[in-house]
């Protein structure tokens, strides 16, 4: 295929090199308004002075990426297709542009794939997380399931000689587990009820026990992934329906200190409302797919308790936190990848996710 050929509808690629320097790389792209991915020769992207290009090694697939792959609501209502999928990553930088000082080629970097403006009142106020101008890799521009991906500078985040390329390459769910789990929370000798144990809730598990919480309550319907959970060092992995014997035994009947909901499942969101103890904290991260009822009185007001809303990774806070952790060796996130694939197979990627078979599923791509 002729990749400078504007007709396979890459105009966007085409835009950024001048046709004779076209050279083309394999990506995972969505082509169309439709469900499904296809994987395609496209041009290696060009970067600008501010930017870096990043071979990409290993790279994470979330579910934002099976939203996209089946075409539903929310990515029907957001993205704009042709575009290369795919935010989780690491790998190693194979060019820097002009403007670029304190990234090198060769350096083993993984990145935050929210890019935002810089310049807004939340950017100056130290809330780069909330920012209204943020544009997400593999959603609002190229993505990194594919051979290179460019980066602007400021987001690239260095990775230790020991980590793996496939560690650094979930440390975008990861940093939401650590926002979720960290923020506010305060966690030594705390009780935590995590609802849903995905990908993130199973990682927050690892966490909070790190943290030193002195009791962490996992609960979920799928037992692979209480299993999981439990693996993580969770004391109690329950299904939904014994969350409530198990929080009232670990705390006296009092209810939890922080509930983290990691599932977005209304039953489970009412439920952290209902195990918090008076004055406690809920940090919501997992997302429901449609408005839910909640009563606001009894539910929030008068049980005193904090809600905090989680919008992907404090910049950069969660970061350092989790660099952190990691060194110190008390948490180790590798169990939670059950799943490699190379992007030839990423019907069956997308497939295990779908089926809850998986918990964090990885891309080898070089
Ligand atoms: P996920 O969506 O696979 O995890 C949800 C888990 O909840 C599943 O394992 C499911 O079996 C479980 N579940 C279903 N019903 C339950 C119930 N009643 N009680 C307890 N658990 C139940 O995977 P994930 O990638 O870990 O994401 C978790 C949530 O976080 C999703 O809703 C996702 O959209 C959201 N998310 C939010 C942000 C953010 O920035 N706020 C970022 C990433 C993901
Ligand atoms: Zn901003």
């Not at 992995?237 to 409530?244: G, I, K, R």
């Not at 008068?302 to 660099?323: A, D, H």
Request: glycine content about 10%; proline content about 5%.
């Amino acid at each position: 295929m002729n990749v400078a050929d504007g007709r396979n509808g890459f105009l966007h690629f085409r835009r950024l090199l001048p046709p004779a320097t076209f050279k083309a790389m394999k990506a995972l792209v969505k082509e169309t308004a439709a469900s499904g991915f296809a994987l395609k020769d496209v041009p290696v992207p060009a970067i600008r002075g501010d930017e870096v290009l990043i071979k990409v090694h290993r790279a994470g697939v979330c579910g934002t990426d099976v939203h996209i792959h089946e075409w539903d609501a929310w990515a029907q209502g957001r993205c704009r297709p042709p575009f290369t999928v795919g935010h989780e990553f690491a790998g190693e930088v194979a060019e820097v542009g002009t403007l670029v000082t304190d990234v090198k080629v060769g350096d083993r970097v993984t990145a935050e794939g929210h890019i935002v403006c810089g310049r807004c009142h939340l950017c100056r106020t130290g809330n780069g997380h909330v920012c209204p101008n943020t544009r997400i890799i593999g959603v609002d521009r190229d993505g990194c399931f594919a051979e290179y991906i460019a980066m602007p500078a400021t987001n690239v985040w260095h990775l230790d000689d020991d980590i793996a390329f496939e560690i650094g390459g979930i440390h975008d769910p990861m940093g939401n587990a650590f926002h979720t789990a960290l923020h506010g929370t305060e966690l030594p000798g705390k009780t935590v009820l995590i609802t849903g144990c995905g990908p993130i809730g199973i990682f927050a598990v690892g966490i909070c026990h790190a943290a030193g919480a002195s009791r962490v309550i996992a609960s979920d319907v799928n037992p692979t992934r209480l299993a999981l959970a439990k693996a993580m060092g969770a004391h109690d992995a329950v299904q939904p329906q014994d969350a409530a014997a198990a929080v009232h035994a670990a705390t006296d009947g009092l209810g939890v200190d922080v509930v983290l909901e990691m599932s977005g499942v209304p039953a489970a969101i009412h439920q952290a409302f209902k195990l918090v103890r008076v004055g406690g904290r809920v940090q919501m991260l997992g997302i429901p797919s449609k408005p839910i009822d909640v009563d606001l009185a009894t539910e929030i007001i008068f049980k005193g308790i904090t809600v905090y809303g989680v919008v992907g990774r404090r910049m950069y806070e969660t970061w350092i936190q989790m660099t952190q952790f990691l060194r110190s060796g008390q948490f180790d996130p590798k169990p939670v990848i059950t799943h490699r694939f190379p992007l030839e197979d990423h019907a069956e990627a997308i497939r295990v996710i779908k089926a809850g078979e998986a918990g964090k599923v990885v891309f080898e791509i070089a």
